[in-house]
Every structure is written in C-alpha cells, then in structure tokens.
Nanobody, 129 residues
Framework: QVQLVESGGGLVQAGGSLRLSCVVSGRSIVDYAVGWFRQAPGKEREFVAAISWAGSSTYYGNSVKGRFTISRFNARNTAYLQMDSLKPEDTAVYYC??????????????????????WGQGTQVTVSS
C-alpha cells in the first residue's frame, strides 16, 4: 500500500521560512514524479511545484516562483518543499502527490491534479501578517 505523509507545516510570520517533507512508503520514490499542491478554504486546489523522477526538471506555480524550491532525496524516499519569503496568501493545506509512472500524462501534466494517483493527507501552513 502506497502512502505519502507530509510534515513540517506550522505557523510562521510573513517573511519566514518552512520546509515541508513528504515521505513515501510502500514503493520506492525513484521512478516517480512528485508534485506539491495547496488548497486554501473556499478555493480550488492549486499547483505549487513538481519535480521529475530523475530530479532533472522542476516546475513552479507563478505565485511561488523564486520563493519555493522543490527537491528530492531518493535514498530517503522523501521529497521536500523549501518555502522562503512566505506571505499570508501562502496560507493553505499543502499536499504532496506522486504519479503512477515515471512521467506525467501530458506535457503540462505536472500542474494537473489528475496526473497524480497517490496523495498525502496534507499539512497546514499558516502565515501571519
């Protein structure tokens, strides 16, 4: 059974940093792409960042580009999301997800939730002003 567990969320002041972790169990993370999404109350799930199975390609949502960094440590079966210069509008529940295979289903599939078959339960990030 594949499970993804996020951690590292919390309350932080604007301008601060947090690092989210996503630990995968039940299969090796090596051959799968990973994405991070977020959802604020009353809003749709939003693409945040994604990283290819080899780690050679990374993608970011426009609202986080230049502030967030996605990475992966395959030997630990873990993906990370480093979040710097946080803003109140970053407040949301953050989810990690992995693809069913090595690649996304389309060229822009990295930003589409239905490209991912496995999801974590989410971790709350709250940024105060």
């Amino acid at each position: 059974q594949v499970q993804l567990v996020e951690s590292g969320g919390g309350l932080v002041q604007a301008g601060g940093s947090l690092r989210l972790s996503c630990v995968v169990s039940g299969r090796s993370i090596v051959d799968y792409a990973v994405g991070w999404f977020r959802q604020a109350p009353g809003k749709e799930r939003e693409f945040v960042a994604a990283i290819s199975w080899a780690g050679s390609s990374t993608y970011y949502g426009n609202s986080v580009k230049g502030r967030f960094t996605i990475s992966r440590f395959n030997a630990r079966n873990t993906a990370y999301l480093q979040m710097d210069s946080l803003k109140p509008e970053d407040t949301a529940v953050y989810y990690c997800a992995s693809t069913p295979g090595k690649y996304w289903r389309s060229s822009d599939g990295y930003k589409t939730p239905n490209s991912y078959d496995y999801w974590g339960q989410g971790t709350q990030v709250t940024v105060s002003s």
